[in-house]
């Protein structure tokens, strides 16, 4: 099984994915409406799972766990997630 990677920056209506596989390299970048999000992780195999820590990131770890397809997931500050998931150079808002 390849490992990935996914990034997730949450906002109000539309949302930042960002996929990686395990050699770092992008496998995709897409927005999401806030409808279409459930639907994209249920298509995704087990992955290690980065969400922006703000106030709804609680709700979307409950919807991502009722998955069961999680590695792993983290809670990062948007700077943290910047750096971390989605490069160095490339921004999560």
Not at 51 to 61: K, M, Q, T, V
Not at 70 to 89: D, E, I, M, P, W
Request: glycine share 6%; proline share 0%.
């Amino acid at each position: 099984m390849t490992s990935i990677t996914i990034g997730l920056d949450i906002a109000k209506s539309v949302f930042q994915v960002h996929v990686e596989d395990a050699e770092g390299r992008t496998v995709t970048q897409r927005r999401l409406r806030r409808s279409q999000v459930a639907a994209f992780f249920a298509r995704q195999a087990a992955s290690v799972v980065g969400i922006e820590a703000c106030g709804s990131a609680h709700y979307w770890r409950r919807l991502l766990l009722t998955l069961d397809l999680l590695a792993a997931l983290f809670l990062l500050s948007a700077r943290r997630l910047s750096f971390h998931v989605f490069g160095k150079t490339e921004r999560a808002g």
